[in-house]
């Protein structure tokens, strides 16, 4: 037998609040050979996703699924790995939950398997907080650098500002925020009188190419944040 020690958490990018994501089961057990599914219930969300992560290593992304999804999504990293989004209608409310189907089991699988619910576009309980990208599409020549541009409006002084990176089949990764810079080669020019904070990527590479998102937060807590609009790299 087979110990599938399944811990589930949400790590949020942005989070609204009421937004809950929980594990149906903690542990899941499986004989070699045969199929077995993890699966997790979430309120809402825009994507989920599936990590594995065995002892000592890093967690190691499986598959990502819009909670749109009609269809059965297969992992690229193991075509052994499926998910699909269900939803089902109970009492004028309605159930998700977003399971993860093993097919094949071996001993190799045993891992600990996390699950992620992501929202790139949050409503703000404060409407006079905004984002906005004014162009969806950007290309630049390998080698060269690029500006992506990002307006914003807020009232709160305690709001930080972050560029973030996604790239396809990817989590979001946090590139840059008015707090300094975290990536070499991308950097920002904050102008809290015009209320702009582009983002500069020197020596552009293939690589590079990404949808980029700009998010305004609160640097006290990341309980409420604000993603509008995406705008994609092309390089």
């Not at 075509?79 to 001993?107: E, G």
């Not at 996390?114 to 162009?135: G, L």
């Not at 102008?191 to 700009?214: E, G, H, M, R, W």
Request: hydrophobic share 35%; with cysteine.
């Amino acid at each position: 037998m087979i110990l599938h020690s399944v811990i589930l958490f949400s790590t949020l990018v942005c989070a609204s609040n009421g937004d809950t994501i929980t594990p149906d089961k903690t542990q899941e057990f499986a004989a070699e050979g045969s199929s077995v599914k993890l699966s997790c219930s979430y309120s809402s969300a825009w994507s989920l996703l599936w990590y594995r992560q065995y002892p000592g290593s890093a967690p190691e992304f499986l598959v990502l699924i819009s909670d749109t999804a009609k269809d059965v999504k297969p992992s690229d990293v193991d075509q052994r790995f499926t998910t699909k989004i269900r939803k089902d209608n109970q009492n004028h409310s309605t159930s998700r939950s977003v399971p993860l189907t093993i097919q094949d089991v071996c001993v190799s699988d045993s891992a600990v398997y996390y699950c992620a619910s992501w929202s790139p576009v949050i409503q703000r309980c404060d409407s006079q907080d905004s984002v906005e990208q004014n162009r969806r599409f950007q290309t630049a020549v390998e080698g060269a650098a690029v500006t992506i541009n990002c307006q914003y409006e807020t009232t709160d002084v305690l709001r930080n500002i972050f560029w973030y990176q996604q790239k396809v089949n990817g989590f979001p990764e946090c590139m840059l925020s008015k707090s300094g810079q975290l990536k070499e080669r991308f950097s920002g020019d904050l102008n809290t009188i015009s209320k702009s904070f582009p983002l500069t990527i020197q020596d552009v590479s293939v690589s590079d190419s990404a949808v980029y998102y700009c998010a305004l937060t609160t640097t006290v807590t990341e309980t409420h944040s604000t993603l509008i609009k995406t705008l994609c790299s092309v390089v």
